[in-house]
């Protein structure tokens, strides 16, 4: 079992970006300025999707926070356990010194993080795709209350953060799997494609 603890930078080595780092992010490496107020312009990888995509033979896949709830995370530790062969957990890991917030935040920006839509929760398992928290369903908040409890995005601006909502809306409104897209084609190549998918 691979766990990959994403805390959205480099941190060993002071806080840089990386695929991992969300759209906006003021990093090390990527500054706000007055020429450019936006240098991390990439969106973050879909590590699990990818995984759950290019490694077929991998027979669980899932997403985590350890405050969203604290059980869903370890039923998800304890099921790529159980399962054996290739398992992969990518758990999303609020950073106080990387985010620029106060550490008591860290449950409540996990909290915000998964219920904004920006980080969607969900296990893939042989091909199966299920949402341990699906967002849609229960009242997904705006990613602004997310976004503004971190001086990380404290340069961004009202169209800024518009445009990140649009980024998140459109994977979860547009896309045939939200946060695992594009996986329609790998599935039905594999005939594992998940029921409401066509």
Same mark, same amino acid.
């Given at each position: 079992?691979?766990?990959?603890?994403?805390?959205?930078?480099?941190?060993?080595?002071?806080?840089?970006?990386?695929?991992?780092?969300?759209?906006?992010?003021?990093?090390?490496?990527?500054?706000?300025?007055?020429?450019?107020?936006?240098?991390?312009?990439?969106?973050?990888?879909? @590590?699990?999707?990818? !995984? +759950?995509? #290019?490694? *077929? %033979?991998?027979?669980?896949?899932?997403?985590? /926070?350890?405050?969203?709830?604290?059980?869903?995370?370890?039923?998800? @530790?304890?099921?790529? !356990? +159980?399962? #054996?062969? *290739? %398992?992969?957990?990518?758990?999303?890991?609020? /950073?106080?010194?990387?985010?620029?917030?106060?550490?008591?935040?860290?449950?409540?920006?996990?909290?915000?993080?998964?219920?904004?839509?920006?980080?969607?929760?969900?296990?893939?398992?042989?091909?199966?795709?299920?949402?341990?928290?699906?967002?849609?369903?229960?009242?997904?908040?705006?990613?602004?209350?997310?976004?503004?409890?971190?001086?990380?995005?404290?340069?961004?601006?009202?169209?800024?953060?518009?445009?990140?909502?649009?980024?998140?809306?459109?994977?979860?409104?547009?896309?045939?799997?939200?946060?695992?897209?594009?996986?329609?084609?790998?599935?039905?190549?594999?005939?594992?494609?998940?029921?409401?998918?066509?």
């Amino acid at each position: 079992m691979i766990i990959l603890y994403d805390n959205e930078s480099a941190a060993n080595t002071d806080i840089q970006a990386t695929g991992m780092t969300t759209y906006g992010a003021q990093t090390t490496f990527t500054p706000p300025g007055k020429v450019h107020r936006i240098m991390q312009k990439r969106w973050k990888k879909n @590590v699990a999707g990818m !995984l +759950a995509v #290019g490694h *077929p %033979t991998c027979r669980y896949v899932a997403t985590a /926070c350890a405050t969203f709830p604290a059980l869903d995370y370890m039923n998800k @530790v304890r099921k790529a !356990l +159980a399962m #054996g062969g *290739p %398992t992969f957990l990518h758990t999303f890991d609020p /950073c106080p010194k990387g985010w620029d917030y106060h550490p008591r935040y860290s449950h409540e920006l996990g909290e915000l993080g998964i219920k904004c839509g920006i980080f969607p929760l969900y296990e893939v398992i042989e091909g199966d795709v299920t949402y341990t928290y699906d967002c849609r369903k229960k009242g997904r908040i705006p990613v602004r209350e997310y976004l503004m409890r971190q001086g990380r995005f404290a340069h961004l601006i009202d169209e800024d953060i518009d445009y990140i909502q649009k980024m998140v809306d459109q994977m979860w409104d547009e896309w045939d799997i939200p946060g695992v897209a594009p996986l329609k084609g790998i599935l039905k190549a594999t005939n594992k494609v998940p029921a409401g998918v066509s």
